[in-house]
């Protein structure tokens, strides 16, 4: 392959995404939101030959090099495969133990229709910030949410939507978080002025959320009345052993989490005290679920190991709690899994090739303005996230690509790291091939698509952002920077 030359053109990059694009359009037509299931994984790993057929025959690649990219993309996205294990598991003995059915129950003696999605996103931002995580949280009180709406009436979509605005709010502003760490050390700023300068557009983002939520609050017609709350409730207390200690364990989780115990750790100890609580606080469920003439020890073994790994369900009178009392454990995060793989190894020839640098730099030439300075960050933090399916990628390289551009125009580096966090961490979510956007899918058994249209913190954040750049609101210039100093 000697005498080829290695750096691709637009054209060449443009091949296998357009190849994607017009396979991912095909496959939503025909298959829906069932698309998880199987379809996209093909789609991506056909994208992927093609992208590998590029790099081989056009560019003068080698296999090795490119099957070592593929590796090393995978490799980047383990760390979030082990966690979607562990949520998984989580979620199976946080509902054998009774957390989640309490959750709920307590949820509806408090929460209204007319207040229960801005209640929703505010008790999800608050535990983000307080976790740093927007994955812990939708899979903790965001799963309990998502319960209690339902048994409200209201659509899966939309619930699902209020959880992942609240949960990504909160992720953005928290210190702890890792993407709010990231931005900044990419751009060059440090950790405090990223949250302070990101205020100025995250706070008017989500208070347009919340006054949205408000409103459909007002005006939404719920299915649900004030007796199938009854009923529901009552179904609940009849099956579990409801009471307020089994909120030891969340609250240890988000403790852990707080004070910065690793993601994996903390959910592990989640997962493992849920099944002994189980065994403690549901003798009934325990004998229920393992469903055999043995000992106590000898079924609370087989209930928690299955409730780990395995699907499990809790059969009631009622087909609204039968619904919310369905967990598939590790074993149900396998297809998410298959996604996010088959993603990386798209993401990792197209990094690796140079396919992906080549279209972002043909996205740099045409800035002109600060506006179109900020609208091109936005677009590629974006576009990352489609095609490599990362957001620490769709953060990780336009932030490189970007620091030199944004200080030869005299921007402080707090500007590109806002703007990496408007777009890169907000919209991850809203892209079902990406690993954040297949997580919360799975998590929550809401289809990307379903909940998409309406997280309209994570679609009004992008632009929230690129407003302030064209009309020039809230951006620093270097100078600025200095004569802070000086005095």
Request: proline fraction near 3%; include cysteine.
């Amino acid at each position: 392959m000697e005498g080829f030359n290695r750096t691709p053109k637009v054209f060449d990059a443009l091949i296998p995404l357009v190849f994607l694009i017009i396979l991912l359009v095909l496959n939503i037509q025909v298959f829906g939101t069932d698309g998880l299931s199987g379809s996209n994984q093909i789609v991506l790993i056909l994208s992927s030959m093609v992208a590998a057929l590029v790099a081989i025959f056009r560019l003068g690649f080698n296999w090795e090099t490119l099957q070592d990219g593929v590796v090393k993309s995978i490799s980047a996205a383990m760390s979030s495969i082990l966690i979607l294990f562990l949520i998984g598991a989580l979620a199976g003995t946080w509902l054998l133990s009774g957390i989640v059915p309490a959750m709920i129950y307590y949820g509806l003696q408090i929460l209204s229709p007319a207040i229960f999605l801005v209640a929703a996103c505010l008790v999800s931002a608050i535990v983000s910030v307080a976790t740093g995580s927007s994955w812990t949280t939708v899979a903790t009180v965001g799963v309990a949410l998502l319960g209690i709406g339902k048994a409200l009436g209201f659509d899966e979509g939309i619930i699902a939507g209020a959880i992942i605005s609240g949960a990504y709010f909160g992720d953005k502003m928290s210190p702890l978080s890792d993407t709010t760490n990231l931005a900044p050390a990419m751009a060059g700023t440090d950790l405090f002025t990223h949250i302070r300068y990101m205020a100025k557009t995250t706070i008017p983002s989500i208070s347009i959320t919340l006054i949205i939520f408000v409103v459909i609050g007002l005006n939404y017609e719920t299915d649900g009345t004030v007796n199938d709350v009854q009923a529901i409730s009552d179904v609940i207390l009849e099956k579990f052993n409801v009471t307020g200690w089994l909120f030891i364990v969340p609250l240890l989780v988000i403790v852990m989490i707080v004070r910065k115990v690793p993601a994996i750790p903390a959910l592990l100890t989640g997962a493992l005290l849920g099944g002994l609580f189980a065994i403690v606080f549901q003798p009934d469920i325990i004998r229920l679920i393992a469903d055999e003439n043995a000992s106590y020890a000898y079924q609370s073994f087989k209930a928690v190991m299955m409730s780990l790994y395995g699907e499990i369900s809790i059969s009631t009178t009622n087909d609204i709690v039968n619904d919310l009392l369905v967990t598939s454990g590790m074993g149900g995060m396998m297809n998410t899994i298959w996604l996010i793989i088959a993603a990386m190894v798209f993401g990792g020839i197209m990094e690796e090739s140079g396919m992906l640098r080549v279209l972002a730099e043909a996205v740099i030439q045409k800035v002109h303005s600060v506006g179109s300075l900020v609208a091109s960050t936005v677009d590629t933090c974006v576009f990352f996230n489609i095609t490599t399916s990362d957001q620490y990628l769709a953060i990780l390289v336009p932030g490189r690509m970007y620091a030199d551009v944004y200080k030869k125009r005299g921007l402080a580096p707090e500007n590109l790291s806002r703007t990496l966090e408007d777009s890169g961490t907000v919209t991850s979510v809203l892209v079902p091939w990406n690993t954040c956007g297949a997580t919360q899918a799975s998590v929550l058994g809401v289809a990307t698509l379903t909940y998409a249209p309406y997280c309209f913190f994570n679609i009004i954040s992008p632009f929230m952002t690129i407003l302030y750049g064209y009309f020039k609101i809230g951006i620093t210039y270097y100078d600025d920077v200095e004569e802070e100093k000086l005095v």
